[in-house]
Antibody
Framework: QVQLHESGPRLVKPSETLSLTCTIS????????WTWIRQTPGKGLEWIGY???????NYNPSLNSRVTISVDASKNQFSLNLKSVTAADTAVYYC?????????????WGLGTLVTVSS | QSVLTQPPSVSGAPGQRVTISCTGS?????????VHWYQQVPGTAPKLLIH???NRPSGVPDRFSGSKSGTSASLAITGLLPEDEGDYYC????????????FGTGTRVTVL
């Protein structure tokens, strides 16, 4: 059974870059879309973007200028970089696997990691 | 601001049936895009409950069912159990300037 695990700094200073990695175990990164989603009390669940196992990406237009999602197939990992963060980026960040059937849904989620933006 | 609106809360006694609505627009549900549902027990990650409007992943009880009509969708829970308490979110695809993949505002289900 595929499991996902987020890792990275839990505290990031304003204006710096938030970086998280999702490690996939129990399955291969190949032939799937891999997604980052965040959750805040105020905005609920927000899709950040996805990367395909071969590297193609698609991002939330509201975050597009600040987001980069990349994949490292050799490590069975994919990563999120969100630059120029503010307090509004404080959230629980989830990585998830997206099932593509022409549309997408998210069938496997990591446990999530709370990232706080504060000086 | 989510483009999919859900009631903040619903409640029911054990054994009862509750429904959760998910209201969208002509840029998402009304455009024919599917609706998916997730259950989130407080303090845990969301879990896929229904995909493609009314398809249950393996392991999800048939007490959970989904439907879609026009610009809205619904999730029904029959035979309500205490372990059904939690937050429920709908999700769909949106063609407006918002995020491509959008979630509902979420509904807290309370078992009385």
């Amino acid at each position: 059974q595929v499991q996902l695990h987020e890792s990275g700094p839990r505290l990031v200073k304003p204006s710096e870059t938030l970086s998280l990695t999702c490690t996939i175990s129990g399955g291969s990164i190949s032939s799937y879309y891999w997604t980052w989603i965040r959750q805040t009390p105020g905005k609920g669940l927000e899709w950040i973007g996805y990367v395909y196992s071969l590297g193609g990406t698609n991002y939330n237009p509201s975050l597009n200028s600040r987001v980069t999602i990349s994949v490292d197939a050799s490590k069975n990992q994919f990563s999120l970089n969100l630059k120029s963060v503010t307090a509004a980026d404080t959230a629980v960040y989830y990585c998830a696997r997206a099932i593509d059937y022409g549309e997408y849904y998210f069938d496997t989620w990591g446990l999530g990691t709370l990232v706080t933006v504060s000086s | 601001q989510s483009v999919l609106t859900q009631p903040p809360s619903v409640s029911g006694a054990p054994g009862q049936r509750v429904t959760i609505s998910c209201t969208g627009s002509t840029s998402n549900i009304g455009a024919g895009f599917d609706v998916h549902w997730y259950q989130q027990v407080p303090g845990t990650a969301p879990k896929l409950l229904i995909h493609g409007n009314n398809n249950r992943p393996s392991g999800v009880p048939d007490r959970f069912s989904g439907s879609k009509s026009g610009t809205s969708a619904s999730l029904a829970i029959t035979g309500l159990l205490p372990e059904d308490e939690g937050d429920y979110y709908c999700q769909s695809y949106d063609t407006s300037l918002s995020a491509l993949y959008v979630f509902g505002t979420g509904t807290r289900v309370t078992v009385l």
